[in-house]
């Protein structure tokens, strides 16, 4: 059974700090890492991929992936109120068709 | 947005209906999926396509069925809707050129009376 963890939340950070979310996942074999941002009512956004150990950044967002530990994360410096909405992390095995398996996500609260 | 649209939108039904939700695509990508997403549970995937007339079973493909006749078209179709299948369903297709990143369309939400 592959298992991808989040804390819930919701994960509250002040305008202008870093937010920094976790994910960790059971599947050994997944390849692929995914972070998605869902506003309430709308459809799942993609915002970072990566598939190797370390960092990548773009713009406000740092994806973290640990294969030994198997943790990814997500960091977004400089947060927004635009910011709030519910984060969803997701691996996938490897190529091919493989569909997502998804956390739950953790609702992300930026107060200004 | 990788040119997903999902038809209808919102849906009410009762309960021993077919139902029949459509996906449809523009960028010619090779893969399609669909996944539910329900509090608690979060997203899952229910059937995908790798090809046209090529699909699978996912996750919790129990009570549906999916056709796949052309590229951009995927069908989910709920043979007998149950209460249990009230849900936000959602499409997604991916990019096959070698990053496997999957785009979402809009959704469906789906009542089932």
């Known amino acids: 059974q592959k298992e991808v963890e989040q804390n819930s939340g919701p994960l509250s950070v002040p305008e202008g700090a870093i937010a920094s979310l976790n994910c960790t996942y059971s599947?050994?074999?997944?390849?692929?890492f995914f972070w998605y941002r869902q506003y309430s009512g709308k459809s799942p956004e993609l915002i970072m991929s990566?598939?190797?150990?370390g960092d990548k950044e773009d713009g406000r967002f740092t994806a973290q992936l640990n294969k030994a530990s198997q943790y990814v994360s997500l960091l977004i410096r400089d947060s927004q109120p635009s910011d709030s909405a519910t984060y969803l992390c997701?691996?996938?095995?490897?190529?091919?068709?493989?569909?997502?398996?998804f956390g739950k996500g953790t609702h992300l609260i930026i107060q200004p | 947005d990788a040119g997903i649209t999902q038809s209808p939108r919102h849906k009410v039904t009762e309960t021993g209906t077919p139902v029949t939700l459509r996906c449809h695509q523009t960028?010619?990508?090779?893969?399609m999926y669909w996944y539910r997403q329900d509090p608690g549970h979060g997203l899952r995937l229910i059937h995908y396509?790798?090809?046209?007339?090529?699909?699978d079973k996912g996750e919790v493909s129990d009570g549906y069925s999916v056709s796949r006749s052309k590229t951009e078209d995927f069908l989910l179709t709920l043979e007998s809707a149950t209460s249990s299948q009230t849900s936000v369903y959602f499409c997604?297709?991916?990019?096959?050129?070698?990053?496997?990143?999957?785009?979402f369309g809009p959704g469906t939400r789906l009542t089932v009376t």
């Open positions: 997701a691996v996938r095995r490897g190529g091919g068709a493989d569909g997502l398996t």
């Open positions: 599947d050994r074999g997944s390849q692929s």
């Open positions: 990566i598939y190797s150990n």
């Open positions: 960028e010619n990508h090779r893969y």
């Open positions: 396509s790798y090809g046209v007339k090529d699909t």
């Open positions: 997604a297709a991916m990019d096959s050129t070698g990053h496997y990143e999957q785009y």
